[in-house]
């Protein structure tokens, strides 16, 4: 029993009824702070409990939340819910089972900064997800708990759900703006950040619907219980999303620090008819590969531990590659997705993507020239550190971590024209 | 001032400027699209990459992009440094992944940004080989012509025509590398500033398409600094010519009035002076029911001498679309007793006024770069956008400049256009539009006010009485104009440089008078306010600082006075006054000669008629709305045996043997002779060097050094290469020999650049080569000057002349005048795209009178106004004001009528003989 912290859905059935996640002691912290902390003492908490945010930059949310200027007004707070990432779906479940654990995180996040209307921005494809967080929104309403003076106090609060149109870039958070505020969801360039010139042009906190979902417990037990849970630099708990070849892929709550061993052969149950593994993407499609050596199998995940080995943690969104994994395949794979994706706004990204799906496309077929594996390598080289937001950035990482680890994929691929 | 350094080299520069704008002002060659110098930085495209260093001992630095980076003291970049000319080369290289190998065959090419950014960056070797993406274009109607495959997407189009030119029905759709340009289905592009799209865009995805019809290589033709003819703002203009036809007209940036655009009417009225309809030869009749015959010019000229040698008076009609010269010529030879306004007599009046209000009011008046910074202002009467569009195109840009405060709290620089409009969001400064219904400029505006003439410069004055009690107040004025009154002086004393934007479109006198006290009464408490007048045609101003008696005085004397000939300069007079007294008037007047370019019903009535050269054919100076005085130059020289209007006076007089000093043949000499005249035109003389002047000993080509042809282009007719036209009147030559400028280096007076070119900058971007700084003045000055120069600053006595209150007449409506951008201006209808976009005649009647008058939807009305009676469909409009009714005037169908004026208004009777139902 209680096993979970984030996914306690798993634990309690039925939590998706606000009847019974209130019986399990939901929203008793958002009461508490709303009538008994002032919005610096739930800012100075969170920061305490060394939270940082779950969409992927491991960012401190509660820095995150200091950085909105008190002579700015009014203040907003959107909860990224535009889940994306090829390989990551943890969002959704708590969105579909636990979504008061989030929608009352959303609700502290907003007293923090003392937000009175904030949003859900959602993928489009999340459509029926919209539908029932419409629900739980309406029943909070119902019930007091969201609207103006609550709990008999000055401060009012308004949630709403935004869907946007499924793309991709609408995860980079001031391209999720620009589409909140119903344009082409393009990115912007910061400076200006978000916190100071963010929705509407007033000082927004962006955070995933994860992190969120960590706050209500984190006010109710506490930022000393909180630092129990993971690592020193890492605390609290993770969903990791486990999928590729493994036996059993899925959603695995689990303290930040555990070992990439213990995921994928322990929660996992080891590779797929027991082959070699070969390498992990640790962040969805657009983590480096990380060759999974010993060492790196015993490699702690959380934020510091995993950049060390060659790729950020990001959201942690694991996919396992075996021996029967092509990498010149899987750079096709994620070429094609990044310049499926490309908002079309910056030159390098816009055309880069599209000409490295062109060339992993003719390597993948066997149909490339020796040189083309090289040039593929210089066109990743002229995108990285030169696009105007990270989805270029991103796009490449697979490609080029694919060419410098397992050069032999490829040129396998592209020897076979010359015999 | 901070000091940067590129490559070593130190600069001082503007503390929180862009790289890009300090490096293309320094004359360093940095490529870039996204970037444009009206319109700021948006860090797309990534093609301004430099190099940054921390500290002088960084060798390693990082790629910044130079249009996002501003400067700061001690900063460190490499323009030279290999990684960023290798990354730029790459940048070139994407864009060119799908970009179209047609050069040869686009009409951008040769005045191509993307030819000359890949020129600089030096790509030339492709390592792409697939299909190139692909597109359907759309039919964006008469002017543009639309090739997206062509497209880079820097997104420029779209930032201009939404964020700048307020343009609904274009925008930017799809994602990646599928992004796609244009409206959602074909149709005409509803702004009227869609022709600079044709600019704007670095390549060929928006061109000419009125030049496509004829299409010419920019190398191949010959232009002339020059000034639009199509409304009085005096945009200054670059027309270009190949074979005797104007092909083309394009921007020439003028700091104070156009900057880096052009409305559609100007850009596209061109096509006036190749039309079929042009009067290429001297024409005479016998009598007057004997037909015309085309003579010799000669023949023509003897025949004026015999009329006007046998006459006792000859009085002469000028042209609010003519020369200052022109004009000057007329009333030198018929004498400033005989001379007359070619104006409508209400224009006439109105023109005056506004001269007197000029010259009496300690005010400057606004150009239209200070409408474009002015932190507030109010319309009194005018539809900008029908009137003077580039006038609407500058207020709406006005809007922008108050919020800009609140980016630049947030430490967001200017030129930082996203960030700033995201920070701004939809705040607006203060504009208030006070006209007769509603323009395509309210939704910038704060408020509008919808009312008839004579209750819009009440409000005026009552703005006014708000802002100094002295000035004198309209009585029984309805509560909501007086809260409205109260809430605009508010606005407008709070601004910093408030503007008051009126003008002659209402023929309301005390609009004017209206318009002149809030100027006063913001100056009398000490703030800088600016008063901006649009003014009926191109030269409305010139003729009347001509000081011409009015076309009724034209009238009276040919009646009364034994009138034996009259010369009409350049003017259709059926425009201009009412046809009853027009065939009156003909029917005085033994003889009548005409001078013009375009045939019509006055050229109609001429018993000697002489071909006049266009704008595009002549020297002239015309002076526009603030009174700038601004020359244009002969593009080309007219075929057949058409002449200058003034060259032809000046044989008239020569024909007559009128005592006139030698000077007088040249043009220099002719404006000699006004100012020694008329000396408050003095700055005419200053406004461009006389004919004499030369650089290096040599005269300004017309032609580029590129010209090609030259020695083929007659072949047909003979294959000896003639001798080039000779121009004695400028210092600019017909040919492609000369002084060859090499911008910032040397390069002619800004008045005298035939068109903007410098190595390795074959488009109009150009351009920063020949400013003191991107987006600044001309070096040497920008072309023009004013005429009136603000007097003293003393108060002038208010204007006390408050019209009633409205009121309505039983049975009868006040008729107001509409305004057409394209078909109310005399000659737009004569550029076929334009004529297509004339919008159909109609009487617009608020809902509720068309009830009370027991009309619906399909009527055509029977107006009587000033015995005339028109048939006109009816069209309801919710924003004509109750007890008026809006008439579209100048389309080429209706008779001239004097407006505003009370009109009966009836349903045309049903036609008795109407089909039998079966």
Known sequence: ?419 | MVTIYIDGKPYQVDAGQNLLHICLSMGINLPYFCWHPAMGSVGACRQCAVKQFRDENDTRGRLVMACMTPAVEGLRISVQDPQAVEFRASIIEWLMENHPHDCPVCDEGGECHLQDMTVMTGHTYRHYRWKKRTFRNQNLGPFINHEMNRCIQCYRCVRFYRGFAGGRDFDAFSNHNTVYFGRKTDGVLESEFSGNLVEVCPTGVFTDKTFRKHYTRKWDLQTAPSVCVNCSLGCNTTPGERYGQLRRIRNRYNFNVNGYFLCDRGRYGYEFVNSDRRIRQARLRRNREAAFESVAPDEGLQRIKEIVKKSGRTIGIGSPRASLESNFALRTLVGPEHFFSGATVKDHELVTEAIKILRDIPSSMASLHEVETSDAALVLGEDVNNVAPMAAYALRQSVRCKPQAISQKLKISDWDDTAAREAVQDQKGPLYLATIADTRLDDMATRTFHASPQEIARLGFAVAHQISPTAPQPENLDSAALELSKMIAQDLKDAESPVVVSGCSLEEKSILYAAANVVQALRSIGKPARLFLTLPESNSLGLELLEPGSLNQAFAIAREDNVEAAIILENDLYRRSNPALLEAFFKSIPSVIVLDSLDNPTAQKADVLLPAATFAESDGTLVNNESRAQRYFQVFVPQDDIKESWVWLRAIGDALGQEEPGARKTFDGLIADMVKELPFLAPVQEISPASGFRIAGAKIPRQPHRYSGRTSMHANVSVHEPQPPQDPDSPLSFSMEGFLAEPPIEQPPASLIPEFWAPGWNSIQSLNKFQEEVSGPLIGGDPGKRIILPPDPEQAAYFDEIPEPFASRAGELLLAPLYAIYGSEELSIHTPGEAQLTPPLRLEINPRDAQQFNLTGETVLQVSVDSQVFELPLHISASIPEGTAGMICGLPEMPYVALPAWGKVTPKPVNSSTENPG
């Not at chain 1, 969170?46 to 939270?51: E, I």
């Not at chain 1, 709403?160 to 999720?176: D, K």
């Not at chain 1, 993507?353 to 210089?378: C, F, N, P, S």
């Open chain 1, 1 to 419: 029993m209680n096993k979970y912290i984030l996914l306690r859905h798993r634990d309690i059935p039925n939590l998706k009824d606000l009847q019974i996640y209130q019986e399990n002691g939901g929203f008793a912290a958002f009461r508490k702070i709303v009538t008994g902390l002032t919005p610096d003492q739930v800012m100075q908490e969170v920061k305490a409990s060394g939270l940082r945010g779950r969409g992927g930059a491991g960012f401190p949310t509660g820095v995150k939340w200091s950085f909105l200027p008190t002579n700015l007004w009014p203040h907003y707070v959107v909860a990224n819910a535009d889940e994306s990432e090829p390989g990551t779906f943890k969002d959704r479940e708590i969105l579909e089972e636990n979504p008061y654990q989030f929608l009352e995180g959303l609700a502290i996040a907003s007293y923090a900064v003392q937000a009175n209307t904030s949003y859900v921005y959602l993928r489009g494809e999340f459509d029926p997800l919209a539908a029932g967080l419409d629900r739980c929104i309406a029943a909070m309403e119902a019930a007091g708990l969201l609207g103006d003076n609550l709990f008999g106090t000055s401060y009012s609060l308004r949630l709403h759900t935004h869907l946007g149109a499924g793309a991709y870039v609408c995860g980079e958070e001031t391209a999720l703006l620009e589409s909140l505020e119903g344009r082409r969801g393009l990115p912007r360039l910061r400076p200006p950040f978000p916190a100071v010139v963010g929705l509407y042009g007033k000082p927004t906190v962006i955070n995933n619907v994860e992190t969120l979902t960590n706050l209500p417990p984190i006010l109710e037990n506490g930022a000393t219980w909180y630092r129990t849970i993971g690592t020193e630099k890492s605390p609290g708990p993770k969903v990791f999303c486990l999928s590729g070849r493994v036996k059993q892929p899925g959603n695995y709550e689990m303290p930040l620090g555990t070992t990439f061993r213990k995921l994928i052969y322990e929660y996992g149950g080891g590779i797929l008819d027991d082959r070699p593994i070969k390498a992990i993407m640790p962040a969805g499609a657009s983590s480096a590969l990380i060759p999974a050596t010993e060492a790196v199998l015993d490699t702690p995940m959380d934020y510091e531990a995993v950049a060390q080995v060659g790729s950020p943690l990001g959201s942690a969104s694991v996919i396992i590659l075996d021996d029967t994994v092509r990498m010149d395949w899987l750079a096709n794979k994620t070429a094609h997705f990044f310049s499926h994706e490309s908002c079309g706004k910056c030159t390098p990204c816009r055309e880069g993507t599209y000409w490295m799906a062109h060339l992993t496309d003719r390597i993948a077929a066997g149909k490339a020239e020796a040189q083309d594996v090289e040039l593929l390598h210089d066109v990743t080289s002229q995108i990285q550190g030169k696009c105007f937001c990270a989805l270029g950035e991103f796009s490449i990482m697979a490609v080029r971590s694919g060419i410098e680890l397992f050069r032999a994929d490829f040129d396998a691929r592209a020897k076979r024209v010359e015999s």
